[in-house]
């Protein structure tokens, strides 16, 4: 039977893993860390017993390979799909401004919605349906030296449209700031949004924690069809042999495996002996942007959405899960070498801004959580020199999340990058 070594125990590893045992391969899991999920997972706060995620996720009815993942895994039960995309913003005076796409069929809904969003003039909901037409057209190649935001002014969207719309998506899709992230990949996430059909433009939210929607299901699935998974154990070296590789890691040598995948960042990666020869990531420099999560548990429950975007404001979104609320900022750079102390205080001076009815004597406890390399920053430079990343050694596969040159760090990339390794090993064109 073909041998397969996943190293990496993330999303993209465990996507690979699963498919390739689907495929009724032999496969190993190594994962340095004693957990599964990489940048994504879940855990108990011993305070409150909740389970909280690392950073929270929304994903999207375009998240294709995501969503056929989750079914491959039985756990498509395990997230909640919109019926249609409704989403609330909030402005600094506390009004709710809604982009509600649930009257009427595509695309006339989304037409109607964006007509309907209360936070833009009239001529700026009309620029914004413009923009929408556009999106048919534009080309990723002939933008991809621009910035988002030089691409949403070339649109003719103004500094209140970029506030009030275009910077809460970007940020939150991009996990960068406008000014430095590559108008080609914005317009491809745009695209997949809205342009694929209604079901594309629907959010879907987990109802569980990530590691239970995604990481035990994987890993129960794997180890049924018979592959293995081993935990707290580093990945070192590899060693041609003779055609086929040898792994050496932080415990043992694995010999003779007939391909060895890589889901591992880039830092990563450049740490493992003799990768070398086989790929080249030196001249790949990744910068990466920080996501920072502030979970409040509260006396009373004063939010009626599921979630919510703050229009203008130092958070970007808050999720409500009942007894907590979780508030999360993306390229969160200001914040993120601020003390704890700082911050709450902070959260306690700007939320009321968009939520009056919040005070902060409604706070029983909180948790802070600052991911200082959540995901990398797809600048164009960034996205052109991904593109020219290439293997010299079919043995190897690469396998990430940034690996796909178009699509920013987020789940979606990194179960299609799995899938795609998968098919690889298997001959399968996807």
Known sequence: MTKVLVAGGGIAGLSCAAYLAEGGWDVTVIEASPKLGGRAYSFMDEKSGDVIDNGQHI???????????????????????????????????????????????YPLNLGKSILKYSALTLKERLKVLDLFIDLIFVQEDDIIDLSVREWLEQEHQDENTIKALWEILAIGTLNSRIDEASAAVFVSILKRMFLGGNDA????????????????????????????????????????????????????????????????????????????DVIDCSKLIMKYSPILSVHLWLKENIFQEKFYGLIDSPIHWLFNHGSYISLVTSAAYDLTGLHEEELINLIYKELPKNFP?????????????????????????????????????????????????MLPATIESAVMSGRKAASRVLGIEV
Not at 371 to 378: D, L, S
Request: proline share 3%.
């Open 59 to 105: 994903m999207m009815g375009c998240y294709e390979n995501t969503l056929d993942f989750l079914k491959l895994v039985s756990a498509e039960d395990k997230v909640t799909v919109q019926d249609n995309l409704r989403v609330a913003f909030v402005d600094r005076e506390g009004n709710e401004h809604y982009l509600d796409a649930t009257s009427g069929n």
């Open 201 to 276: 433009t629907k959010i879907v939210l987990p109802n569980v924690g990530l590691s239970e929607m995604y990481c035990k299901q994987s890993a129960d699935f794997i180890r049924k069809k018979g592959g293995s998974i081993k935990l707290s154990e580093r990945v070192a070296g590899i060693i041609k042999n003779n055609g086929r590789l040898d792994v050496k890691t932080s415990k043992e040598i694995y010999s003779d495996y007939d391909f060895v995948v890589t889901a591992v960042p880039v830092h990563s990666l450049n740490k493992i002996e003799g990768i070398e």
């Open 357 to 405: 009815v919040f005070f902060p004597e409604i706070v029983l406890s909180y948790k802070i959580i600052k991911e200082k390399r959540a995901t990398f920053v797809p600048s164009s430079e960034n996205v052109k020199t991904r593109n020219r990343i290439t293997t010299a050694n079919g043995n190897i596969i690469l396998c990430g999340d940034w690996t796909e040159p």
